[in-house]
């Protein structure tokens, strides 16, 4: 899966908000500053040369959806951090994870049975 740029991932972003539509559809939903429709059209481009948008054409108008989903953007998103900035270390993620200071203690509850409950599953 290639990379994307931030303005990629907005304009992703926002098919995967209105699961398929124009680019005019595109741009009604996309925050101000708004940027061009030929910016929004050659962006769209380029994500489906890239396999994250595809599109089907009713008369002359091309109607663009997400090829990818959000959760598996997301894990693959993930993975490259995890391999890039933590070198693969699980130990090394949880670590900067937990040094958030804006983890409650409902969540911290929360990641400790999924984590026991992985534990469980592995033996």
Same mark, same amino acid.
């Given at each position: 899966?290639?990379e994307i &740029?931030? $303005? ?5 972003r $926002?098919?995967? %908000?209105?699961n398929?539509?124009a680019i ?7 925050d /101000? +500053? *708004? +940027?061009a429709y030929?910016?929004?059209?050659t962006?769209? *481009?380029?994500?489906?040369? *890239? ?5 089907? &054409?009713? @008369?002359?108008?091309?109607v663009y =959806? +997400? #090829?990818?989903? #959000?959760?598996?953007y $997301?894990?693959?998103?993930? #993975?490259e &951090?995890?391999?890039?900035l933590f070198? @693969? =270390?699980?130990k ?6 937990? #040094?958030?200071?804006?983890? =409650?203690?409902? /969540?911290?509850? %929360? ?5 026991e409950?992985?534990? %469980?599953? =592995? *033996?």
């Open positions: 899966m290639q &740029t931030k $303005a990629q991932e907005e304009i992703l $926002a098919l995967w %908000e209105i398929q539509g005019s559809d595109v741009l009604n939903i996309l /101000e +500053p *708004k +940027p030929n910016t929004v059209a962006v769209i *481009k380029v994500l489906e040369s *890239k396999g994250y948008v595809k599109h089907v &054409t009713f @008369g002359k108008t091309h =959806s +997400p #090829k990818i989903s #959000k959760t598996d $997301a894990q693959h998103v993930l #993975k &951090t995890f391999r890039g070198n @693969g =270390s699980s090394q993620l949880f670590s900067c994870f937990l #040094k958030n200071e804006n983890i =409650s203690l409902n /969540e911290l509850d %929360e990641l400790k049975q999924l984590i409950n992985k534990i %469980e599953k =592995s *033996k």
